[in-house]
Nanobody, 118 residues
């Protein structure tokens, strides 16, 4: 019964920054793989960032150098720092969790809207 709740989405101008947070219920210990996916209207969900305990984060080419994923085990929270935002980053962003791989999430948050527009 893992529950993920995202927050921090909103409307920003191109070039702006936004930090998304994802709070996980219960124990964080078994959730070894955390990720952030996004889905724009008419498009499939795509992995934008993933982090596996003990390994380096993985980023989609489109966000490399601009986004940073991190986790705070003490707070049972994962973050996505988004810098230099572009209109193409507009999407609903979902936090995901898995015991094994962020490519195959076991749990999904409800999503938070990020809109980048001038």
């Amino acid at each position: 019964q893992v529950h993920l709740v995202e927050s921090g989405g909103g409307l920003v101008h191109p070039g702006g920054s936004l930090r998304l947070s994802c709070a996980a219920s219960g124990s964080f210990f078994s959730l070894r793989a955390m990720g952030w996916y996004r889905q724009a209207p008419g498009k499939e969900r795509e992995l934008v960032a993933g982090i596996l305990s003990g390994s380096s984060p993985n980023y989609a080419d489109s966000v490399q150098g601009r986004f940073t994923i991190s986790r705070d085990n003490a707070k049972n929270t994962v973050y996505l720092q988004m810098n230099t935002l572009k209109p193409e980053d507009t999407a609903v962003y979902y936090c995901t969790a898995s015991r094994f791989s962020y490519y195959s999430p076991d749990y999904w948050g409800q999503g938070t809207q990020v809109t980048v527009s001038s």
